[in-house]
């Protein structure tokens, strides 16, 4: 059968299987799901950020037979019959560090998490296929394949060494988020203790580099100082991989306005995160709350650890808040749209990273939900077309533009963290 059938035929079974897995109160009208579905076979629908890959490091010891996604995954968020029916076109691949590992082998944890990626490519040639380029993405897409893209999460990865920096982007790396929620010696990250106010003259030479290598800065995960300091220095277009607006959730992992005020100028883009603590006002809340009795339970019980977690979790139990609807996610989308405008938001839904979505948008099936939600909101197919994906090829491809040039101008940096960082140098 000619591809062109073949693709046909997978999108009129994907468009089935969305509406009869809704849920009677979460389906949208089957009118906009296949509205929704279309658009996605006419542009590549770009994800930011899922975690697959470290899920199956944990669940499955790194073994895609423990855990073969060609088949339903009820335990996951993601599998390839769900990918096809959420018309998913282009998917970053997290690989992600702990941060633990920190100068304890995270560059040997971030390869073989990279070549967890790889082996799933060749295990499911049918499926996948590596994109190195925006070009590639559209090719890919074009012969119903699913573009498959890799970002490191956590600059820790590269052990303060632009060598492994560029040895991760010769590996297809093309992105990585500078923090994880551990500051480094270079970069303080949001959720972390400030000790640089931003980003160390070695930090600054990080974010050259990587605009010379074509890789993207993703600067979810780090502070409001290194944010700025990226937008006002950069040299090509950044990501926030898995973000949302700290208007709707004041919470540090999103992104204030002032910082989606900056982002026109720069042409990056952010890719809204569906964690419900990352979106809904009552789990910004329960979180708070969350952290203070920990600390609590921690006093009550001391070194009785069975004892504070079982607290924890009956906690948990009898607090937890529901999941919100998915229009919370369109919510923000719509608020980034306001401030930063159309070309600078996307989809990042750090599915397998998240242990709450919202409802109707539980998994990646789910994508073509959110995309009929933001034309019953009224957003023309041009605009859907830019948030499903156009943006974030748009991004990638002006990086490719902006590396073609600046490595006409410079050579790779031998630049170092003691040599850079020495005292006097820090901004």
């Avoid at 998913?88 to 082998?105: E, K, L, M, N, Y």
């Amino acid at each position: 059968m000619a591809m062109r059938a073949c693709f046909a035929l997978l999108f009129r079974a994907a468009a089935v299987t969305v509406a009869l897995a809704a849920p009677l109160a979460a389906q949208t009208d089957s009118t906009l799901i296949r509205r929704a579905l279309r658009l996605h076979r006419e542009v590549p629908m770009v994800d930011g950020h899922n975690d697959l890959p470290w899920e199956i490091r944990t669940r499955a010891r790194s073994v895609f037979d423990s855990a073969d996604i060609a088949r339903s995954q009820p335990g996951l968020m993601t599998d390839i019959p769900r990918l096809r029916a959420g018309g998913v076109g282009a998917q970053f691949w997290s690989v992600w560090v702990p941060a633990d590992s920190a100068g304890r082998g995270s560059m040997r944890i971030a390869t073989e998490q990279l070549d967890l990626v790889r082996r799933m490519e060749a295990r499911y040639p049918e499926t996948f296929e590596a994109a190195r380029t925006a070009a590639d993405v559209l090719h890919i897409h074009r012969r119903g394949k699913i573009a498959s893209l890799v970002g490191v999460e956590g600059g820790h990865a590269i052990e303060n060494s632009l060598g492994a920096l560029r040895r991760f982007y010769d590996q297809g790396v093309r992105y990585m988020t500078l923090t994880w929620n551990n500051g480094l010696a270079w970069a303080d990250a949001a959720a972390d203790t400030a000790r640089h106010n931003g980003l160390t003259a070695f930090g600054r030479e990080v974010v050259r580099e990587m605009n010379r290598l074509g890789m993207l800065v993703d600067i979810s995960h780090v502070s409001d100082s290194v944010m700025a300091q990226v937008l006002r220095d950069a040299e090509a277009p950044v990501i926030f991989s898995h973000s949302s607006a700290r208007a709707l959730a004041d919470v540090p992992r999103n992104v204030p306005d002032a910082i989606l005020a900056m982002l026109p100028r720069n042409g990056g883009v952010v890719m809204v995160n569906f964690y419900c603590a990352f979106l809904d006002l009552a789990w910004v809340r329960h979180n708070r709350e969350s952290r203070v009795r920990q600390q609590q339970l921690r006093a009550q019980f001391g070194a009785d650890t069975a004892g504070f977690n079982a607290a924890r979790r009956a906690w948990q139990v009898a607090n937890r808040p529901p999941p919100p609807p998915l229009t919370v996610v369109a919510d923000h989308i719509d608020h980034i749209r306001r401030v930063a405008g159309i070309d600078h938001v996307g989809y990042g839904s750090d599915f397998d990273g998240i242990d709450c979505a919202p409802q109707g948008l539980e998994d990646v099936g789910a994508f073509p939900r959110l995309t009929a939600e933001l034309l019953r909101r009224g957003y023309s197919d041009e605009e859907v077309r830019k948030v499903i994906g156009l943006n974030a090829l748009r991004v990638l491809r002006e990086a490719e533009e902006v590396a073609a040039r600046l490595q006409r101008q410079r050579p790779p940096s031998t630049a170092t963290l003691a040599g850079m960082d020495s005292v006097g140098t820090r901004r």
